[in-house]
């Protein structure tokens, strides 16, 4: 029952993440009355438990990995306490001064919020269960951008004790003196890499052979060498049979029998969307078997219903999501005809080492019946890695007929180099176009140009 006549938007928006935020701006900006509907706090995941949080714990400690690696050269010594508790303090005023601010931004743009959770009733209708009731709102055009939240496997249910997923993790205000981490991707590498700062012993199962399984497989390597270096634990191809917390401890069986006990459990296996409830099928949207929402080419789920973000599954990134937004804004208003063509994804992962990737490595080249071609530059020989003490981890280029095809890049730094590398991909470079700029010095940007003019060999 709604308690109020119903208001008529040109654009209603579900979900107030990057990608609902983008697509509010974008339309607005093109002259649409725009509505944003959050059941929840503004900024999505990304704010609120993923990109921003985890930065920040990585940021706020990497004091500690540069000292450690300083005295490995023997110019530094002692230690650095972090105090998580006044970390848990500045994240939660750094959070709520940043969703001030988006909200700040949607009311200058004459953008109406609406808090609370919307359902598709209907075609052309969202019900908005608010604190005040129930709001009908009617939309020329639906934004779903409803985002994603952790996924889990029977047997290792997070449960708020000591098993726990990112969310969960991120609150922690006590540091945990061992932690094991289902799942070796970017999740658990950068909360592995933030714990492991603060004193805590990691150790990682992955289910598959190698740590950032979907990273080129020399980039996996480095990976784990580095985490072996700082004492972590790695068991790869190791399937977890369950995990439970028992008698305050999480405790995981592997499907070997073997038994891992710590203090704390992150499971990190992925993330599903969020769909369940919202009503899109009144709306004539299919869904995968996954969940994720079906779209076309133009990013549209229905008519005159579109999906963006990671509820449509196409790439589980915030610049994805906030790209895809202001794309389907454009195409409502009738400024973008085409079909949604993002160009090469750029992918990284922070901490140390960081990593990044974008275009497409040799196995997927090789896989699509090309012949590539690749060329390295070592870290080692960058005087900005020698300075930061971390010499480890390499350029890679992949290149198909002399063209710039993938870049990745693993060590210290190299997330830095991930737009330059874009833009090669997306251009598709020669070693030439590398010799005709200025490349300042010193600056590891070195290791990408002595990447691009090094001998090429067979991939
Ligand atoms: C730990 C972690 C670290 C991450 N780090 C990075 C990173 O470094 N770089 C990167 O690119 N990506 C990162 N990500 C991924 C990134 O956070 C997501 O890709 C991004 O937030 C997706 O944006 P979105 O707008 O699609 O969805 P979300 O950010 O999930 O936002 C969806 C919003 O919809 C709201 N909502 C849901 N249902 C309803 C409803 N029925 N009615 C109203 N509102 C609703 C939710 O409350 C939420 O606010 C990270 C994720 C995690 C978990
Ligand atoms: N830096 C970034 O851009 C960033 C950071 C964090 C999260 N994210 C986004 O969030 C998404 C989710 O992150 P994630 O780390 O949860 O997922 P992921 O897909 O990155 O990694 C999950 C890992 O868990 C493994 N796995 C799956 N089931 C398992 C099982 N039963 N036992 C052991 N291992 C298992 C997978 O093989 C994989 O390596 C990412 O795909 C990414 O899109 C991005």
């Given at each position: ?13 579900l ?6 935020h983008?697509c509010a701006v974008?339309?607005s900006?093109?002259?649409?009355s725009v ?5 929840s706090?503004l900024?999505?995941?990304c704010?609120?438990?993923g ?5 920040l ?6 004091c ?6 300083q ?7 002692g230690s650095?306490?972090?105090?998580l508790p006044?970390l848990q ?5 750094m959070?709520a001064g940043?969703?001030q601010?988006i909200?700040k931004d949607?009311s200058?743009?004459g953008?109406?919020?609406l808090r ?6 209907a075609p052309g209708m969202?019900?908005?269960v608010t ?6 709102v009617?939309?020329g ?6 985002g994603?939240r952790?996924?889990a496997?029977?047997g ?21 003196q061992?932690?094991?981490?289902v799942?070796?991707?970017?999740i658990?590498?950068e ?10 012993s ?8 190698r740590?950032a399984?979907?990273e080129?497989?020399?980039?996996s ?10 004492k ?6 190791k399937?977890v049979?369950?995990l439970?917390s028992d ?7 592997l499907e070997s029998?073997?038994?891992i006990l ?11 969307p969020?769909?369940?409830g919202l009503?899109?099928e ?14 076309d ?8 219903v579109?999906?963006v ?10 610049h994805?999501a906030?790209?895809q937004g202001?794309?389907v804004?454009?195409?409502i208003?009738g400024?973008?005809?085409?079909n ?11 901490g ?8 497409e490595?040799?196995a997927?080249?090789?896989?699509r ?5 690749v ?7 960058n ?8 010499v480890?981890?390499f350029?890679?280029i992949?290149w ?5 095809h993938?870049?990745?890049?693993v060590g ?7 737009t330059?590398?874009t833009i090669?991909?997306?251009d598709?470079?020669t ?6 700029i200025?490349?300042?010095h ?10 691009l ?7």
């Open positions: 029952m709604t308690s109020s006549p119903s208001e008529r938007f040109d654009v209603v928006i979900g107030g993440g990057p990608a609902g983008a974008e339309a900006a093109c002259g649409r509505a944003v509907i959050e059941a706090e900024g999505g995941t704010l609120n438990r990109c921003i949080p985890t930065k714990f990585l940021g706020a400690t990497d500690v990995h540069e000292l450690a690696a005295a490995k050269m023997r110019v530094a010594s650095i306490a972090i105090d006044a303090d500045r994240k939660a005023k959070l940043n969703r601010a909200e949607l200058a743009r953008i109406t919020l609370g959770r919307g359902t598709v009733v969202v019900d908005v604190a005040e009731g129930t709001v009908r009617e939309y055009d639906l934004v779903v951008a409803t994603s952790p996924t496997f029977p290792m249910t997070p449960d708020g004790d000591r098993v726990l997923d990112s969310d969960g993790i991120l609150d922690l205000s006590d540091v945990p061992s932690m094991v981490i799942g070796g991707g970017v658990g590498l909360l592995g890499r933030f714990f492991a700062r603060l004193g805590t990691i150790t990682v199962v992955e289910a598959l052979d740590l399984p979907w080129d497989p020399e980039v390597k480095t990976i784990a060498q580095l985490c072996k270096r700082e972590w634990t790695i068991h790869t191809g399937r049979a369950s439970v008698g305050g401890r999480a405790r995981l069986v029998g073997d038994e710590a203090e704390v459990a992150l499971v990190a296996t992925g993330r599903g969020v769909t369940e009503g899109l009144n709306a004539g949207c299919r869904l995968d078997r996954r969940g994720f929402v079906t779209v080419e133009r990013l549209r789920a229905a008519d005159h579109w999906a973000g990671d509820v449509n599954g196409k790439a589980m990134l915030a994805a906030s790209h202001a794309y804004a454009r195409c208003s400024c973008d005809t085409g949604y063509t993002p160009g090469p994804m750029p992918w990284c992962i922070y140390a080492p960081e990593t990044m990737r974008v275009g490595m040799p997927e080249l090789e896989a019946g090309l012949h590539p071609r060329s390295r530059a070592m870290l080692a020989a005087p900005i890695a020698q300075a930061h003490a971390s480890q981890g350029v890679k992949a198909v007929d002399g063209r710039v993938g870049v990745t890049a210290h730094g190299v997330a830095h180099l991930i330059q590398a090669m991909v997306r598709g470079w070693a030439e176009d590398a010799r005709r200025i490349w300042a010193p600056t590891l940007d070195e290791a990408l140009r002595h990447a003019t090094a001998d090429t060999t067979d991939a």
